[in-house]
């Protein structure tokens, strides 16, 4: 029972762009172009797709009434946040899907940018920016259907801003989909200690345990901003294999589906009446 | 112009993946090319007179053809199915006889044109997807460069005769045992010429009869087969030397049929050793099974055939080491080329579509890359592991059948007993 290692480099999440480290770029830069070589550095990534995409799309196909097989997630317009290269951008952007793929490093956007160029169909169905999420939460007030964060909130500084701005982005009863490793002895053991120190197979230093995020916490945190989780599953890596798949454990990696709640009922206008007044006066009575 | 797939090659089976592809409703909005060397065939009405070239279909590519609908278009044209297959040797009394056990066909022996026109009218069902350029032979490939994030296109170029140029995520090679796509791809091929030909007639029984047994007999000389076309017309397929085809080709009409006849019934190959051997041997086996021997029947005899309908082709085998390359797949007789006397060839084909579509299609559905290696490879290692095996003993069988040696007969005359007599080993044959 191997382990699930990131592949990609820490990436330092925070509220505003000065707080990124340069030593955490000038890692970046280098990989920037690694992002494209299936059997390279970022082989298991590409591999998550094999299990996350159909994830996605099965969960929202089951959501939505009618749909075309042949672009299933026609219509639909999602924010893939910290998109890197683009790894999964681009499969969603071939299922019918808008997408926009925001990712801090501009290197990251620049080589997902160039990659999508080649296909048409792709650089029109997709767009990068290179940004934070915070940095575009005032022009893109609920536009999303769906927010994807696959192995981004475990290097996010503040995961409750985080995940108040994947709510104010996101329509009323649109989709987040997460994927990260949880906080456990396990994860400590086979995500630190084989996978960097003793395998090699990420590089020293890219993970920070402690930034780990467990799945309950994770729920505690969504519910008690607005979101309803609906489902939560264990994910695998054998690297043996070099493929994912769903377990029942959630100790290492696991994946995440919550719904932004709806639009609160408005209030009824005839007999509640005086009382909303009496409530109304006050309330700007405490705040004047 | 940039496709999610080229077919390169319009012959049975690169028709039937474009079709199967086209139909398949992952591939809905997806833009598919067929090119084709030679000119749009119309198929109008068929001619009155069979064709020379047919196959042998099985069950498995008849539901493949269905899957794309183009079985309905056979059925309405021609076919005849077959219920029994009965294989024996020249030069013993072995035989073998293949039979299901309930009323299904084996398979079905229809023209290669009418394979062709039932693939053609699925494809003009699906034009709106499935572009097909007839008249347009491929004469250069261009490959892209392994390594990514490069400014290069990534896609594979494809050269036109006429000077157009395509674009396409996945190159799929279905050009034949001469693959250019094989070859520009550099893929090893490991091949070996028999030296033997294929003599292929049309033949009109003596008595209408309810022609339904494939019959193949094994001669020194190679395998002769009769195939059901009718109650009173069988296809004839004969691998011998390359002279003693050319002689066929050139003897009168009547001495053909007696060559036909001859070669079916005649004993001349009997030795009184091996006879007497296996007449042991059968008895033997009658003791342990009793319902281990079949009884044998009697193929038809022949008494004419067609005019112009003789031809011949030489013989080989052939498989390519490798099946897949980074946006490159090859189907069919591009990848392996095999012997008649299996009656296996265009059925490894549609084997080979039926998995590949399998792939591309789940690949679609999950929003991959078309041309990546990792479905790609899964689609070589299933085919391989299955065509390598049919491939090996093909070309044994075709090698022991060869010669009149005492020993070797005998190993096969019993072989050939003992495997009639076992269900299990039949069934997995």
Redesign the interface.
């Known amino acids: 029972q191997l382990s699930l290692f990131r592949f990609t480099v820490k990436r330092p999440f925070s509220t505003s762009h000065s707080s990124v480290d340069s030593k955490e770029i000038k890692k970046f830069q280098l990989l920037?172009?690694?992002?494209?070589?299936?059997e390279g550095e970022y082989a298991a990534l590409h591999?998550m797709?094999?299990i996350r995409?159909?994830f996605i799309?099965d969960t929202l196909l089951s959501m939505s009434s009618n749909y075309?097989?042949?672009?299933?997630l026609s219509g639909i317009k999602i924010l893939d946040v910290g998109c890197g290269g683009g790894l999964l951008s681009?499969?969603?952007?071939?299922?019918?899907a808008s997408v926009t793929g925001i990712d801090p490093v501009e290197d990251n956007i620049r080589?997902a940018d160039?990659?999508k160029s080649?296909?048409?169909v792709l650089a029109e169905r997709i767009q990068y920016k290179s940004s934070s999420l915070e940095e575009i939460v005032e022009e893109s007030m609920e536009t999303f259907d769906v927010i994807v964060a696959s192995e981004v909130v475990e290097h996010v500084a503040d995961l409750e801003m985080f995940i108040k701005c994947c709510s104010q982005v996101l329509k009323p009863e649109g989709s987040l989909f997460i994927t990260t490793i949880n906080k456990t002895q396990l994860s400590y053991v086979l995500g630190i200690v084989v996978a960097e120190k003793i395998m090699g197979i990420v590089p020293e230093g890219t993970h920070e345990w402690e930034k780990f995020v467990p799945p309950e916490e994770l729920e505690r945190l969504l519910e008690s901003n607005g979101f309803s989780v609906r489902s939560v599953k264990g994910m695998l890596y054998n690297p043996l294999s070099g493929s994912w798949s769903w377990v029942r454990s959630r100790s290492l990696n696991y994946a995440l589906h919550a719904v932004r709640a709806g639009a609160p009922p408005q209030p009824h206008a005839t007999d509640t009446l005086p009382e909303t007044d009496v409530q109304q006066r006050s309330a700007t009575a405490g705040t004047a | 112009p940039?496709y999610d797939v080229v077919v390169s090659g319009g012959g049975m089976v690169g028709s039937a993946m474009a079709a199967v592809l086209g139909h398949d409703?992952?591939?809905?909005?997806?833009k598919i090319a067929l090119l084709e060397a030679g000119p749009r065939k119309e198929y109008d009405h068929m001619p009155d007179s069979y064709s020379n070239r047919v196959s042998s279909i099985s069950p498995g590519s008849a539901t493949l053809l269905s899957s794309c609908g183009a079985w309905d278009h056979v059925c309405s044209l021609r076919l005849k199915p077959f219920r029994r297959m009965q294989v024996w040797d020249a030069c013993s009394e072995a035989m073998i006889v293949f039979e299901k056990d309930d009323l299904d066909d084996m398979g079905y022996i229809v023209e290669n044109d009418v394979i062709m026109s039932a693939l053609t009218k699925q494809l003009d069902a699906v034009a709106d997807r499935v572009e097909v350029f007839y008249r347009s032979k491929a004469v250069g490939y261009t490959w892209p460069l392994p390594?990514?994030?490069c400014?290069t296109?990534?896609?594979v170029q494809v050269e036109l005769a006429d000077g157009r140029r395509l674009q396409t995520?996945l190159l799929i090679g279905a050009d034949g045992h001469n693959s250019m796509v094989r070859k520009e791809a550099e893929i090893k091929n490991i091949e070996h010429q028999y030296d033997q030909s294929a003599v292929v007639a049309t033949l009109h029984l003596s008595e209408a009869t309810d022609n339904n047994v494939a019959w193949q007999r094994f001669l020194p000389t190679g395998p002769i087969a009769l195939l059901p076309l009718s109650d009173t017309a069988s296809s004839l397929v004969w691998s011998t030397s390359h002279d003693h085809a050319s002689e066929l080709l050139a003897m009168d009409e009547e001495s053909f049929v007696d060559s036909i006849n001859s070669a079916f019934w005649s004993n001349i190959n009997h030795s009184d050793f091996i006879d007497t051997a296996g007449a042991m041997f059968r008895s033997a086996i009658s003791l342990l099974k009793p319902s281990g021997t079949a009884v044998r029947q009697l193929p038809p005899s022949v008494a004419e055939v067609d005019a112009e309908s003789r031809a011949m082709f030489p013989l080989g085998l052939g498989h390519a080491t490798e099946y897949v390359r980074p946006r490159v797949a090859l189907i069919g007789d591009a990848a392996h080329r095999v012997h008649p006397l299996a009656g296996q060839g265009v059925n490894l084909g549609f084997g080979d579509i039926a998995c590949l579509a399998h792939h591309l299609s789940a690949a679609?559905?999950?929003?991959?890359?078309l041309g990546?290696?990792?479905h790609l490879l899964k689609f070589e290692t299933e085919r391989q592991r299955h065509n390598v095996s049919l491939l090996a003993a093909t070309d044994v069988l075709k090698r022991l059948y060869s010669t009149t040696l005492a020993p070797l007969v005998l190993l096969r005359t019993w072989g050939l007993q003992a495997t009639n007599a076992l269900p299990p080993v039949k069934v997995r044959i």
């Open positions: 920037a172009q690694k992002w494209w070589d299936e591999s797709n094999d995409v159909p799309r075309n097989l042949g672009n299933p681009e499969p969603l952007g071939r299922l019918g080589t160039q990659h080649f296909d048409p | 940039l409703i992952h591939f809905h909005d997806k390594s990514h994030g400014d296109s990534p896609w995520k679609a559905f999950n929003g991959s890359d990546s290696l990792k």
